[in-house]
């Protein structure tokens, strides 16, 4: 017991010291990126301040695994550098065993980043970005242009040449009904549709529908049973916007659900998905890293600690971005994507752990 408290003593205030310093810096560069922007249009201090302070969840989100290895490499090191570690070794004590609170503590902290990040990252995250697209006049149109949409299982298509996100109406719609083994039954046209709230359907405007027999297209009238099918949501026709990392996890599997239905591409943002869970894992990783990393150097313990923090760090996400991109263009699956930087650096930790001076 007295061990743990030791060790906790010693990393804990290191942790909380780097996690502010790691933080504020994020915040004055994303302030100062966008600093000749704010002058420019003149924005109210309260409302650039007000940015800052919802930054802040995503800047802590993002210093948490950077101040967790800093802290672990620093103590460590130090207390290699004192000959401290040297003396529990010579008592019998392991290095897993005396490390082992803060491999815990490191577990602990995995699940409340997740927790963290889908609770309260992400809600201040869009905030910050819609207040900060809003003063500075950066507005993402919704309107959309010659939207294929696939529903139903593969039995219902649409073809909409133009989408209004204001009016919420289509423009030029086809809509294609197929039979189970997706053979062409019927084809509603409307010059325009308007989506009712009320009914959640599109009241379309003078719609015709056209019965396929044999290789002929028959004129019929259009029945309330097909115009009851065409209920697939607006914002499935709306200009895809929405990014996967800023939204919660429920929303994200939902947003999937519905590119998978509308037949539209979903390897990126099911990768993305995956990597809500595997990301909170770097800390513990870090953790484990650094403890292999221990007794390398005994000199410019603060200098070393602090580069090697940063190093693994940019390693660990340069890998990640690799095949997250992979996972994206289809050479890999998405869970890979997300998942393989992971195991990798498991591997690594376990491999600098066991050639670790003990």
Not at 42 to 48: E, K, L
Not at 146 to 171: H, L, P, T, W
Not at 298 to 316: H, P, T
Request: hydrophobic share 50%; aromatic share 14%.
């Amino acid at each position: 017991m007295k061990l743990i408290i030791y060790i906790m003593k010693k990393f804990v205030p290191v942790f909380l010291g780097a996690l502010v310093f790691f933080s504020v810096i994020l915040n004055v560069v994303d302030l100062l990126m966008n600093l000749w922007k704010y002058i420019s249009l003149q924005v109210p201090m309260n409302t650039v301040f007000t940015i800052m302070k919802l930054y802040v969840p995503k800047t802590i989100w993002y210093s948490i695994p950077l101040a967790i290895l800093f802290a672990s490499s620093y103590c460590l090191s130090e207390l290699y550098a004192n000959n401290e570690l040297l003396a529990l070794f010579a008592s019998g004590v392991s290095l897993i065993r005396f490390t082992l609170p803060m491999l815990v503590f490191s577990v602990f902290m995995s699940f409340a980043l997740f927790v963290f990040d889908d609770k309260l990252v992400v809600n201040t995250y869009y905030q910050k970005t819609e207040l900060q697209n809003q003063v500075l006049e950066q507005k993402d149109s919704a309107n959309n242009s010659n939207v294929a949409v696939i529903s139903d299982g593969g039995k219902i298509i649409y073809f909409v040449r133009e989408y209004n996100e204001s009016q919420k109406r289509i423009f030029n719609v086809y809509v294609v009904f197929r039979n189970e083994e997706k053979k062409p039954e019927s084809i509603v046209f409307a010059t325009s549709a308007v989506w009712n709230e009320d009914r959640n359907l599109w009241d379309l405007k003078r719609p015709y529908q056209y019965d396929i027999v044999g290789e002929t297209l028959e004129t019929v009238r259009v029945s309330s049973e097909i115009l009851e099918r065409i209920n697939e949501p607006c914002s499935t026709f709306r200009r895809d916007t929405v990014d996967i990392e800023n939204i919660d996890v429920k929303n994200a599997k939902l947003y999937i659900d519905h590119l998978k239905r509308a037949g539209l591409p979903y390897n990126e943002e099911l990768s993305k998905y995956y990597k809500k869970f595997s990301f909170p894992f770097i800390v513990f990783i870090v953790v484990f890293l650094s403890i292999g990393l221990t007794g390398k150097t005994k000199k410019n313990v603060l200098l070393i600690s602090l580069a090697s923090s940063i190093s693994a760090a940019v390693l660990f996400y340069v890998t990640q971005m690799v095949t997250m991109l992979m996972a994206q263009y289809g050479y890999i699956s998405a869970m890979s994507g997300a998942w393989s930087p992971v195991i990798l650096f498991v591997i690594i930790s376990f491999i600098l752990l066991f050639f670790a001076r003990t």
